[in-house]
T-cell receptor
Framework: SAVISQKPSRDICQRGTSLTIQCQVDSQVTMMFWYRQQPGQSLTLIATANQGSEATYESGFVIDKFPISRPNLTFSTLTVSNLSPEDSSIYLC??????????FGSGTQLSVL | KQEVTQIPAALSVPEGENLVLNCSFTDSAIYNLQWFRQDPGKGLTSLLLIQSSQREQTSGRLNASLDKSSGRSTLYIAASQPGDSATYLCAVARGNKLVFGAGTILRVKS
């Protein structure tokens, strides 16, 4: 199974600033996924990050707000830009391996004041 | 649009009880269904994955069933323990994309 290191684990940010979340995997993976979990709600896919190409964003999510980098097969970053209190959520990265099981990082708890 | 519903939203049981968590989905054209456990500050852990052609999967005290035609899955936990306390999420896959339910918060009292 893949081991995923995600950081920071939590942060408190001011309105209007940005936060960059890092995700490091211990093996090479083709696709990495970024999810958002708003308070009391389920996980929603933000985008799929492929190495060497632009990320694919889901409906309701745009690159200007959630820019993603994928410089190699083991690393990705998600930036949440121009923060507002509505961005307060848990953000998780994940990868698929083998029989399509998904493995998740430990998540980043973001609070925006 | 696929929608996933989990019932109950929360459940509290005494230690040792057997229990069933329910998951339903609206579009039966799924690739697989997964059950996850979510612990605060620890992300999600995959418990069981059922391919669309399968009817059930077992791992230890956990058994998950899948009825694609009726759009339902159940997660059965035998002889529950306080360490089972967590949020349990089901997710259905179509291709590489997962659609998650809102989860069932389980508390097992000692």
């Amino acid at each position: 199974s893949a081991v995923i290191s995600q950081k920071p684990s939590r942060d408190i940010c001011q309105r209007g600033t940005s936060l960059t979340i890092q995700c490091q995997v211990d093996s090479q993976v083709t696709m990495m996924f970024w999810y958002r979990q708003q308070p009391g709600q389920s996980l929603t896919l933000i985008a799929t990050a492929n190495q060497g190409s632009e990320a694919t964003y889901e409906s309701g999510f745009v690159i200007d707000k959630f820019p993603i980098s994928r410089p190699n097969l083991t690393f990705s970053t998600l930036t949440v830009s121009n923060l507002s209190p509505e961005d307060s959520s848990i953000y998780l990265c994940s990868v698929a391996q083998g029989n399509e099981k998904l493995f998740f990082g430990s998540g980043t708890q973001l609070s925006v004041l | 649009k696929q929608e996933v519903t989990q019932i109950p939203a929360a459940l509290s049981v005494p230690e040792g009880e057997n229990l069933v968590l329910n998951c339903s989905f609206t579009d039966s054209a799924i690739y697989n269904l997964q059950w996850f456990r979510q612990d605060p500050g620890k992300g999600l852990t995959s418990l069981l994955l059922i391919q669309s052609s399968q009817r059930e999967q077992t791992s230890g005290r956990l058994n998950a069933s899948l009825d694609k035609s009726s759009g339902r899955s159940t997660l059965y936990i035998a002889a529950s323990q306080p360490g089972d306390s967590a949020t349990y999420l089901c997710a259905v896959a179509r291709g590489n994309k997962l659609v998650f339910g809102a989860g069932t918060i389980l508390r097992v009292k000692s």
